[in-house]
DNA sequence: AATGCTTACGATCAACGTAACCATG
DNA sequence: CATGGTTACGTTGATCGTAAGCATT
């Protein structure tokens, strides 16, 4: 008997379930968590805790080692694929402008500080989509253009900027040597310079996750 | 040039993102706010937040009507189907008895202080799930075989059982009249009532929304 | 005037980090 | 004894509700 009313969905907590995906892909919380951008810790929580709500053990906790039970088999390409759709579909969608430029921020920056929707009125060509948190690895996986980061300057191959005159540790607009002075990063890093200083990018930090295998 | 590295997802907020799929379902961020158990500002907060985070207006705000923008009617699909497809991944997870009992909670309790776990011990043949929020909705739709609510005895149809001694408003349990009295919901209900009363069904309240076409 | 979206503000709760612990190889 | 998972606990921040405002019919 099917239902006239809006047929909706049964989801489980939507972040939970992304540790669980990033754990088992990786067998391991750890990497998951390097993956995430959180700490070992908050992956085991996220997994527990959904495992709680679904009344099914989803890994095998052996030492050191993390199996996927039959169900946890079942579940993770079921999961990884409604995931990846998203993701596909997130992007396809069509920017505003002409030119895509993905921007990563590290750690947890308020990004109204940042008044991107200046950026955007006065760049109308340029579609800004920001990625949030993010650090290296999504640099160098090319997952962002360009990335905000505090405390990371210099590194062989990429642009380093300044973007904040503070002293001590300061934010830097890091981005790919051979595209480091392409139009939309030339422009977005002169419009970050540019900015008044009270705005400048109060990054707090987060967390600070040990290297993984480089 | 594809990549060697573990391919990952570059995944929005997955929660505003199904703010997003509710109210473009539903066009209209009340009737998403009602189905997703919060209010329709949170709604409109979290589709806000996400259209920023992606550079891309996904609705016309017209007078009391929300239009999707083609951004929007490109997007809503997709996302709807990997929605879908975890809801679906989801339903098809065997639970670890032989029948399946989902368990509906109103508002935001704690349900840690349940300890479901003794429940699931000492009933191996049922697999206990949990969906929160719930309300009578889900119920009703038969998203959830049985509800724990606060306040809300007496409904015809339904039978509503109180599961705590306290006075004032309590806790009841109900489920519809027809399955009330199988296995799986009388041993539940048997075990709830039976709790130590300072376990007893804490319900904080969390919101109330005002009924929508009846 | 009633309705539905918006915004500002404060409150609350979920998510997270830290640190200590445990088990195993 | 180094490593990776677990747990307890306190903190932070994302999320939410309230209430006031706005625009349109």
Redesign the interface.
């Known amino acids: 008997m099917t239902?006239w009313?809006?047929m909706?969905?049964?989801?489980?907590p939507?972040?939970a379930?992304?540790a669980f995906e990033?754990a088992a892909?990786?067998l391991s919380f750890k990497l998951a968590a390097h993956?995430l951008h959180v700490t070992p810790a908050a992956v085991g929580q996220q997994v527990k805790a959904l495992e709680?709500?679904?009344?099914?053990?989803l890994f095998e906790r052996l030492h050191k080692q993390l199996v996927l039970t039959?169900?946890g088999q079942?579940?993770l390409p079921?999961?990884s694929?409604?995931?990846?759709?998203?993701?596909?579909?997130?992007?396809?969608?069509?920017?505003?402008g002409a030119v895509l430029l993905?921007l990563g921020v590290h750690g947890s920056f308020d990004?109204r500080r940042l008044e991107?929707?200046a950026f955007?009125a006065s760049h109308a060509e340029i579609?800004?989509?920001?990625?949030?948190p993010a650090g290296l690895h999504e640099l160098i996986?090319?997952?962002v253009d360009v990335l905000i980061a505090r405390g990371l300057g210099n590194h062989p191959g990429y642009r380093c900027d300044r973007v904040t005159e503070g002293s001590g540790l300061g934010d830097w607009l890091i981005a790919p040597a051979g595209t480091a002075d392409c139009p939309e990063i030339s422009s977005f890093r002169d419009w970050l310079r540019a900015l008044p200083v009270e705005n400048s990018l109060a990054l707090h930090r987060r967390r600070v996750v040990g290297i993984v295998r480089s």
Do not use: M, W
Not at 8 to 12: D, E, H, K, M, S
């Open positions: 239902n009313t809006a909706t969905y049964i989801l489980p939507l972040n379930l992304r990033a892909r990786h993956e709680a709500r679904l009344g099914v053990r039959a169900a079942a579940y079921e999961i694929d409604g995931f990846r759709r998203i993701a596909d579909a997130t992007a396809q969608l069509k920017p505003v993905q990004l991107l929707e955007r579609g800004l989509r920001v990625l949030q996986e090319g997952k």
